[in-house]
C-alpha cells in the first residue's frame, strides 16, 4: 500500500513538472506574438506554483506592462515586496515601471534603495547588477559590483562583470583593467583572457593600452608569471615576433625550461615570414640546450629550413651564401645519417642544388641516393622523382623526365601527387610541341581538386584553343612553348632572344600579348619590376579583350600592393578585375584582396 502511495506521489510531481513546463513555453509564445492577456494569466499562475520565482514574476509585470495596466503591475510589485523584502531586484522592476510612466524622480528613488540595501552576499549582488544590465543601465550596475568587490573585500570577484559593462560603454582602459583582474592572473585561465582581448580588441592603441597595463603589472607583481606570459602573447598577437622573443628567452631561462616556448615562437614566426626571428631562436635552443632536450634535433632541422627560406623568399642572396647554406645541409646529414628520418632534408637539399645554385648534376645525385634510399616515405620519394624529372627536362633529357612523371602518376592515381604528375607530363608534351594531346590532358585536369593545377591547366588549354585555329601552322606557338622551356631551364637570354624571334617573323600575331606577359613574367622574377610593370600597363591598355588580360591585371595589382606601396592603385586594378572579368580564375581571390585593402577585414 505505502509502495503504490508513493509511486502514486512520483507520478504526479512528474505530472506538475511537465505541465510547469508546458505553460511555461505557452506563456513565453503568447508574450512573444503580443497576447499579453494570456501571457500574464500563466505568468502569474507559474510565479505563484513556484514560491516566488523572479524570471516568471518580472514577465508577469511585463505583460501587465505591455497591456499599460501599470495600476495592477505597481499593487503586484509592492504586495510582493512585503511577502519577499529579501528581493532586492524587485526595487528594480518598481523602478522600471514608474520610469515607464515617466516618474522618473520616483524611479530613481527605487534604484537607490536597492543600490543601498543589497548586503555583503555575492548572489543577491550578482543578481542586483544583471538585473541593471538587462535594462541597459551601466552606471547603476557599475556602482553595484564595485560595491560587491569593496563588501567582500576582492577586486577580482566582480571583475568580469565590470569588464563587460565597460566594454558595452566602450571605456578600453578600465575594460582592460578589470579583464586582467577576472581571473586572478592564473595560468589555469589564461586562455579566457587571451579570448576575451583576441575578440574585443582591435588596432595597435588599444594593444598598446594592454601591454602598458601589463607591464605596470609586472612592476606591482614581479613573481607573478601570467603577466610576462600575457606580454609574450600580445607580441605574437601583434606580429612583433622579435619582441615576443624576447619574452620568452626571459621566461625560459627564468622557469628552467625545455625550449618549448622557444620553438613555439620559431614557428610562429617562420609561418609569418620573420625568418630573422625564427633564425634566432633556433640558434638560442642549439646554444642553451644540450642534445638531450626533445627540441634539439628539430631546431638543427628547423633552423636550416628558416634560413633556406629567407634567402629564396627574398631573392636577396649571393652564390657564397648559398654555399655556405649547402654546406650547413650536408653537414646536418653527415651528423644525423642519409635515411627515412632525414629523407625530407634531402629533397631541400637537392632544391637548393638544383634550382639556386644550378648544379644540376650534383642535384641529381642527391635525388638519386634519396630514390634508391630503403625505408623512405613514399610520399617524399614520390615529390623526389617529380624534382629529379624537372631536373632532367632542364638538362633537355626529355624521355627521363617523362617516365619519371608516369611512374608517380601510376603510384598515385587518386592523389593530389598524381594529378601533380599528371600536369608536368602535360606541361612536357606543350613544350616540346605536341598540343593537340597537351590539350587534351589539361582539359582533364581542369577537373582537379587542386585548385593551383585546375586553374594552371583552364590557362593553358585556353591558350593553346586560342592560338591553335589562328594559322595553318603551329610554329608561332612552337616558337612560344619553346621560349617557356628555355625560361625553365634558366636559359632567359635564349628565352627572350625565342619571343623576340615570334614578333619578327610574325608581326601582329595573336601571340603578341602573350609575347608581353611572358617577358613581363621573367622581369617580374628578376625583380625588374618597374619592366614588369609596363608590360603589363601595356596589355591591358591595349589588349583588353585577350585572354592576357585578366592575368596582367592582376599581376600589376599584386606588384602595386606587395612591391610599389601603392595599395590605391592596387585596389582599382582588383575592382576592375572582379567587375570587369567576373569569369577569370582570379575574381575571387581579387575581391578578397580588395576588401583586405579597404579594411573590411577588421574587427
Known amino acids: 500500500m505505502v509502495r503504490m502511495f508513493l509511486v502514486f506521489v512520483v507520478s504526479l510531481s512528474c505530472h506538475v513538472v511537465f505541465a510547469q513546463k508546458n505553460n511555461a513555453k505557452l506563456a513565453q509564445h503568447y508574450f512573444r506574438v503580443g497576447e499579453y492577456e494570456k501571457s500574464a494569466q500563466l505568468y502569474k499562475e507559474l510565479s505563484q506554483q513556484v514560491g516566488f520565482n523572479e524570471y516568471y514574476f518580472n514577465q508577469y509585470i511585463e505583460s501587465l506592462m505591455a497591456l499599460d495596466d501599470y495600476e495592477q503591475a505597481g499593487d503586484q510589485i509592492q504586495s510582493t515586496l512585503k511577502k519577499y523584502p529579501g528581493q532586492i531586484p524587485l526595487y528594480v522592476t518598481y523602478g522600471n515601471l514608474l520610469e515607464r510612466q515617466s516618474m522618473t524622480v520616483d524611479a530613481e528613488q527605487q534604484y537607490r534603495k536597492a543600490i543601498e540595501m543589497v548586503p555583503a552576499d555575492r548572489g543577491l549582488l550578482n543578481n542586483l547588477g544583471n538585473s541593471f544590465m538587462r535594462l541597459t543601465k551601466y552606471d547603476l550596475a557599475l556602482e553595484v559590483f564595485e560595491k560587491g568587490n569593496r563588501l567582500l573585500k576582492d577586486p577580482s570577484l566582480f571583475a568580469y562583470n565590470l569588464a563587460e559593462i565597460y566594454r558595452r560603454k566602450n571605456e578600453v582602459e578600465p ?25 574585443y580588441l582591435s588596432g595597435d592603441a588599444s594593444y598598446e593600452v594592454l601591454r602598458k597595463q601589463l607591464y605596470a603589472k609586472v612592476q606591482e607583481q614581479p613573481d607573478n608569471i601570467f603577466y610576462p606570459e600575457m606580454i609574450q602573447w600580445v607580441f605574437v598577437t601583434r606580429k612583433k615576433y622579435d619582441r615576443a622573443l624576447r619574452q620568452a628567452r626571459a621566461l625560459d631561462r627564468r622557469l628552467q625550461e625545455n625550449g618549448s616556448r622557444i620553438y613555439s615562437i620559431a614557428q610562429i614566426a617562420s609561418n609569418g615570414r620573420d625568418y630573422d626571428t625564427a633564425i634566432k631562436a633556433y640558434q638560442y635552443i642549439l646554444e642553451e640546450k644540450d642534445a638531450t632536450s626533445s627540441y634539439y634535433v628539430d631546431s638543427k632541422r628547423e633552423l636550416l629550413e628558416a634560413k633556406r627560406m629567407k634567402l629564396v623568399r627574398s631573392g636577396d642572396y649571393t652564390q657564397e651564401e648559398l654555399a655556405q647554406l649547402r654546406t650547413e645541409y650536408i653537414a646536418f646529414l653527415d651528423e644525423m645519417g642519409r635515411g627515412k628520418n632525414t629523407a625530407f632534408m634531402m629533397l631541400e637539399l637537392a632544391q637548393l642544388e638544383g634550382l639556386y645554385l644550378n648544379d644540376l648534376p650534383q642535384a641529381i645525385e642527391t635525388l638519386n641516393t634519396l630514390i634508391d634510399m630503403p625505408g623512405a616515405n613514399a610520399y617524399v620519394t614520390a615529390n623526389a622523382k617529380l624534382e629529379l624529372g624537372d631536373y632532367y627536362l632542364m638538362k633537355g633529357e626529355v624521355w627521363d623526365a617523362t617516365l619519371l612523371y608516369s611512374q608517380v602518376d601510376k603510384q598515385f592515381k587518386e592523389d593530389f601527387l598524381g594529378e601533380k604528375a599528371r600536369f608536368k607530363n602535360a606541361k612536357l608534351s606543350y613544350f616540346v610541341g605536341d598540343f593537340d594531346w597537351a590539350q587534351e590532358q589539361f582539359d582533364i585536369l581542369k577537373r582537379a581538386t587542386t585548385k593551383l593545377i585546375a586553374n594552371d591547366a583552364i590557362d593553358l588549354s585556353v591558350f593553346i584553343m586560342d592560338n591553335a585555329n589562328l594559322d595553318t601552322t603551329y610554329l608561332p606557338m612552337a616558337l612560344y612553348s619553346e621560349s617557356e622551356l628555355l625560361f625553365f631551364q634558366n636559359r632567359i637570354e635564349e628565352g627572350f632572344a625565342k619571343l623576340d624571334s615570334i614578333n619578327l617573323l610574325f608581326p601582329n600575331h595573336g601571340l603578341e600579348d602573350d609575347v608581353y606577359f611572358a617577358k613581363a613574367q621573367q622581369y617580374e622574377r628578376q625583380k625588374d619590376y618597374d619592366q614588369a610593370s609596363i608590360l603589363y ?9 585577350e585572354i592576357r588580360a585578366d592575368n596582367a591585371i592582376y599581376a600589376l595589382a599584386q606588384l602595386n600592393e606587395k612591391h610599389f606601396a601603392n595599395p590605391e592603385e592596387a585596389m582599382r586594378l582588383y575592382e576592375r578585375l572582379f567587375i570587369d572579368y567576373s569569369d577569370s580564375t582570379f575574381s575571387i581571390d581579387a575581391r578578397k584582396r580588395f576588401r583586405d585593402l579597404r579594411g573590411d577585414n577588421i574587427q
Not at 575594460?175 to 575578440?199: D, G
Not at 600597363?537 to 579583350?545: A, P, R, S, T, V
Open 175 to 199: 575594460m582592460i583593467q578589470n579583464y586582467l583582474n577576472s581571473h586572478l592572473a592564473t595560468s589555469e585561465r589564461m586562455s579566457s583572457v587571451q579570448n576575451y582581448f583576441a575578440k
Open 537 to 545: 600597363q601595356k596589355i591591358i591598355d591595349n589588349f583588353g579583350e
